[in-house]
């Protein structure tokens, strides 16, 4: 049930850009991208809803196709500042009962250098 | 100060001997949620909680309990701790359910090691 995500991890120079998968055998109902500095709790980046939307958060941007049950994100000119981990992640379910049926899934997550 | 805080911070103790990591939140969230993260194994779902009084499992259950007897706080229970226990736990909380696609906000975690 678990997201696969690729690459495991990535390094880059500054400047450089990166693309990470994350994609799932079921059915993503959102995506939820979130980054993980060394030491430090994940910190959420955003959601992508249904639609083929692709959002924007400073030089990171992400799509969602939930035909092929995939998103990627999209790090252009990377900073120092962007290194960590990143992980992607879902819930289990879609409009489920309101109390229950609220699981969330994570995927494994993919390492990103950014050497000077 | 919007926060999700956790305590400890840090931990180590002895296979068996009963132990509670806090959490609380002071968003008024209904959502609240535990993880475990381990090396290549990402955040995995331990418990979560929509409302108080009302829990539900995740994805690694075993060997943990939880309450939620008021709004803001969501204690982690481990009754008889195991080295395989040992991880890094993360609280979350979220202003309605994941459903909902509401982000989630994580304490700054609380690292466990059972010996």
């Known amino acids: 049930q678990q997201p696969v995500q690729s690459p495991q991890a990535v390094i880059l120079r500054e400047g450089e850009d990166a693309v990470i998968n994350c994609s799932s055998s079921k059915a993503l109902y959102s995506v939820h991208w979130y980054r993980q500095k060394h030491g430090e709790a994940p910190v959420f980046l955003m959601i992508?809803?249904?639609?083929?939307e692709q959002k924007g958060h400073e030089k990171i941007s992400a799509s969602f196709n939930e035909k092929k049950q995939q998103s990627s994100l999209y790090l252009t000119a990377s900073q120092l500042s962007y290194s960590g981990t990143y992980f992607c992640?879902?819930?289990?379910?879609?409009?489920?009962?309101?109390?229950?049926?609220?699981?969330?899934?994570f995927g494994p997550g993919t390492r990103l250098s950014v050497l000077p | 100060e919007a926060q999700v805080t956790q305590n400890p911070r840090y931990l180590i103790t002895v296979t068996g001997k009963k132990l509670t990591v806090t959490c609380s939140q002071n968003m008024n969230h209904e959502y609240m949620s535990w993880y475990r993260q381990d090396p290549g194994l990402g955040l995995r779902q331990i418990y979560y909680?929509?409302?108080?009084?009302?829990?539900d499992k995740g994805d690694v259950p075993e060997g943990y309990k939880v309450s939620r007897k008021e709004k803001r706080n969501f204690p982690l229970i481990l009754e008889s701790p195991s080295p395989n226990q040992t991880s890094l736990y993360f609280c979350?909380?979220?202003?309605?359910?994941?459903?909902?696609?509401?982000?989630?906000?994580f304490g700054d975690g609380t690292r466990l090691s059972i010996l």
């Open positions: 979350a909380s979220s202003l309605t359910g994941v459903n909902s696609n509401q982000p989630q906000h």
């Open positions: 992508l809803l249904k639609g083929g």
């Open positions: 909680s929509m409302n108080v009084e009302v829990t």
């Open positions: 992640g879902t819930p289990l379910r879609e409009g489920a009962w309101y109390n229950y049926g609220q699981n969330f899934v």
